[in-house]
């Protein structure tokens, strides 16, 4: 009887260093990073700290499931413990099995309905962030508005709308010209179409909703736009405090819009008419000023790894001043809108690549640039 107890209470303290074992395990994961709210800075299981509200919601919601995650976990964990070291029971003396309890009817039903009623709690919460997250408000709440065009392999980026301040510097800043001459771009002309056959046939005649595939009119074009290039990596300033608004369209493959700091990405589509309200986004604010690294994250060819750009948050005041620079200075580059409000001319974040093949095979494929700091 005695030898019995010893032996007990032995399992006993073994499952309890197992189960602290563990959790310190679970725990190690986590990390520290900085940010107001102290249950953040402790408990945010290594999720990166992000810089606009939808991030700060999507980094909560992630919290509180690991949270979730882990009460189930130890229930679990010491249901299966409690059961291996106490109800061990084998055949007794007469070869007979102890009592059997399958088939427990209540018990059944127990453990039907309660994860149920957990997956229905991280169901609402789920949506209740995917609806923060993919917030669109109407056009007199956002202040800015960047048409973002991706292609094989940079980024170009048009300010559309800017409205700081109260004061609008930007209502539409759609370059009509650039856009007139896409569309004419993308329809044959009438020797085009006598050459192919088709004349007396409907317009355009392509094969893209009867356009050419050349067409690229359903791209955004920006009288004011930061275009990067081989040697410059494209740098978009943006205002803190203020609700941006993206609209996103490719003008050749796939790619995908990714500033990690935002903890969102979203792919840029070509010819994505059809699903405005997927090539769009918008973010509250930007709650921090900095330069963040912004990338492409859809494999979309070979200089794909290469499709780095930055953004720039400045305060409103200083972007008031950035884009009354660059209206007054319509032939000014954007490194010099830059420096004239005090920033760094050139991206801090990331550095442009060498772009020519046999330069990127021996490893060391970045190029020095004259940053800033
Ligand atoms: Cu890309």
Redesign the pocket.
């Known amino acids: 009887m005695v030898e019995q107890r010893a032996g007990r209470r032995r399992t006993r303290r073994a499952t309890l260093a197992m189960s602290l074992a563990t959790l310190g395990l679970l725990l190690s994961g986590c990390s520290l990073q900085t940010d107001n709210k102290w249950w953040n800075q402790t408990i945010n299981f290594g999720f990166p700290t992000g810089i606009t509200p939808e991030g700060t919601a999507i980094r909560e919601f992630w919290t509180g499931t690991a949270i979730t995650s882990l009460i189930v976990g130890f229930f679990v964990w010491g249901l299966i413990f409690w059961t291996m070291a106490f109800h061990r029971k084998k055949k007794n003396d007469n070869g007979e099995f102890p009592r059997q309890t399958a088939y427990n009817v209540p018990l059944e039903l127990i453990y039907t309905a309660v994860p149920f009623v957990i997956i229905s709690v991280l169901f609402y919460f789920t949506v209740i962030t995917q609806n923060k997250v993919l917030d669109l408000k109407p056009e007199d709440e956002v202040d800015v508005r960047v048409d973002v065009t991706?292609?094989?392999?940079n980024w170009k980026f048009g300010y559309n709308k800017v409205q700081v301040n109260d004061r609008m510097y930007i209502e539409d800043g759609t370059n009509e010209e650039a856009t007139r001459q896409a569309e004419e771009a993308g329809v044959l002309s009438d020797e085009e179409r006598a050459a192919r056959g088709q004349e007396g046939k409907p317009a355009a005649g392509g094969p893209i909703h009867g356009r050419l595939a050349e067409d690229k009119s359903y791209l955004h074009y920006n009288t004011m736009e930061t275009v990067g290039t081989s040697e410059e990596v494209p740098v978009l300033v943006l205002p803190t405090n203020s609700r941006i608004e993206f609209r996103l369209a490719?003008a050749d493959?796939?790619?995908?819009f990714w500033i990690p700091e935002f903890i969102f990405k979203r792919d840029?589509m070509p010819q994505p008419g059809r699903n405005q309200q997927l090539s769009m986004f918008q973010i509250e604010e930007i709650e921090r000023e900095g330069a963040f690294v912004g990338r492409?994250?859809?494999?979309?060819?070979v200089y794909?790894a290469m499709?780095n750009f930055e953004l720039r948050a400045v305060s409103p005041e200083d972007f008031e001043r950035y884009i009354q620079f660059r209206q007054d200075n319509p032939t000014a580059s954007n490194a010099e809108a830059l420096q004239e409000i005090g920033q760094a001319p050139y991206a801090t974040s990331t550095s442009p690549f060498k772009t020519g093949r046999s330069d990127t095979r021996d490893q060391n494929n970045i190029i020095e640039t004259a940053s800033g700091n």
């Open positions: 991706a292609f094989q392999w490719s493959v796939i790619h995908s840029v492409c994250a859809e494999m979309c060819g794909h499709m």
